[in-house]
């Protein structure tokens, strides 16, 4: 039982200490802050021009009151419906969250985007270097290393 413990920590270790866990770790702690400094971005710079634009409306106050006992009571912003025990939808926190969800997902789609640019070159690169490396032979057509004398794949003599 003992030497089963001790194989499954080292397998643990192991498995912690490879690059991509660490790397999986570090994309999610850059990951919780980019979501900070987008939120912040919607919430204090975009929404409030926005907001200004379509009449002076706050869309993290937008809100809708649910009845109780047949009577909707109206409050003055979201904070004191809250303050006060209402149920509310909080449709224009719902907005704030959707525009913040497509702003990651571009800046994710762009990021994406230039990585696999990125791949493509060095890929391109890698298969330059590959074709001056080697020649065709003339029988099979195969890739075959410059210095061959003979195909690996048809064994014609080259």
């Known amino acids: 039982m003992i030497g089963k413990l001790k194989s499954l920590g080292n397998e643990f270790k192991t498995f912690a200490i490879r690059g991509s866990v660490i790397d999986m770790a570090v994309g999610i702690v850059?990951?919780?802050?980019?979501?900070?400094?987008?939120?912040s971005f919607v919430a204090d710079i975009l929404m409030p021009p926005l907001g200004w634009?379509?009449?002076?409306?706050?869309?993290?106050?937008l809100y809708l009151t649910l009845p109780v006992n047949g009577k909707i009571i109206t409050y003055p912003?979201?904070?004191a419906a809250k303050?006060?025990?209402?149920?509310?939808?909080?449709?224009?926190?719902f907005i704030n969250t959707c525009i913040s969800f497509a702003i990651t997902a571009f800046?994710?789609?762009?990021?994406?985007?230039?990585?696999?640019?990125?791949?493509?070159?060095?890929?391109k690169q890698e298969?330059?270097?590959?074709?001056?490396?080697?020649?065709?032979?003339?029988?099979?057509?195969?890739?075959?290393?410059?210095?061959?004398k003979k195909c690996p794949f048809c064994t014609s003599d080259l």
């Open 107 to 123: 800046a994710v789609f762009l990021l994406i985007k230039s990585i696999n640019k990125l791949r493509c070159t060095v890929a």
């Open 30 to 39: 850059i990951g919780a802050a980019f979501t900070k400094i987008v939120n």
């Open 53 to 61: 634009i379509m009449g002076k409306v706050d869309f993290s106050n």
């Open 83 to 93: 303050t006060a025990g209402a149920v509310t939808i909080n449709y224009g926190l």
């Open 127 to 148: 298969t330059t270097e590959e074709d001056a490396q080697n020649k065709t032979c003339p029988f099979c057509f195969s890739s075959i290393d410059i210095r061959a």
């Open 77 to 79: 912003s979201l904070e």
